[in-house]
T-cell receptor, first 112, second 114 residues
């Protein structure tokens, strides 16, 4: 049931763009995105609740394609502060439990 | 508000010992959960609770017990520690359903089992 994230790791230069994907084999009710800095707790970025929804957070935005059971996180004009590990979290629609299952994470490194 | 607090920050146990990881929140959140984080495995759900007196299993519940006697506290008990339980443990809470509400994570407990 764990969603699958791709790629596993990304290395960028400042100012470059990146896309992180999150997909599930089961129908999804919602998708969360979190970022974790080394040695710290994950921090909330955004939630997407309906198919086709797109949200933004500064230069970070995300889309949720309910039919394809996948979400993508877009980081534009990356900054050094974007470095960290990004996790998507999902609830399986049929479970109706409200529990949140996370993917394995994508490590992003932004270099000067 | 202190948010989500966890104690201890670090712990070393010997195989077979038991212990309780503490988690508390002062935001009146109904939903609380425990995750473990291992390299390359992401965050895996151990147990969760949708309110006082109600708990349920997550993805990796074996070897762990939980209870929720109050809204504020959600302790995680290791019954007989094993080296495979060496991990970083995060507690999280949200105002309502975990899947549709922002999760606030505690600072984590780093556990080593020898």
């Amino acid at each position: 049931q764990q969603p699958v994230q791709s790629p596993q790791a990304v290395i960028l230069r400042e100012g470059e763009d990146a896309v992180i994907n999150c997909s599930s084999s089961k129908a999804l009710y919602s998708v969360h995105w979190y970022r974790q800095k080394h040695g710290e707790a994950p921090v909330f970025l955004m939630i997407l609740l309906k198919g086709g929804e797109q949200k933004g957070h500064e230069k970070i935005s995300a889309s949720f394609n309910e039919k394809k059971q996948q979400s993508s996180l877009y980081l534009t004009a990356s900054q050094l502060s974007y470095s960290g590990t990004y996790f998507c979290g999902t609830e399986i629609r049929s479970s109706n439990t409200g529990k949140l299952i996370f993917g394995q994470g994508t490590t992003l490194q932004v270099k000067p | 508000n202190a948010g989500v607090t966890q104690t201890p920050k670090f712990q070393v146990l010997k195989t077979g010992q038991s212990m309780t990881l503490q988690c508390a929140q002062d935001m009146n959140h109904e939903y609380m959960s425990w995750y473990r984080q291992d390299p390359g495995m992401g965050l895996r759900l151990i147990h969760y609770s949708v309110g006082a007196g109600i708990t349920d299993q997550g993805e990796v519940p074996n070897g762990y017990n939980v209870s929720r006697s109050t809204t504020e506290d959600f302790p995680l008990r290791l019954l007989s520690a094993a080296p495979s339980q060496t991990s970083v443990y995060f507690c999280a809470s949200s105002y309502s359903r975990g899947a549709t509400d922002t999760q606030y994570f505690g600072p984590g407990t780093r556990l080593t089992v020898l």
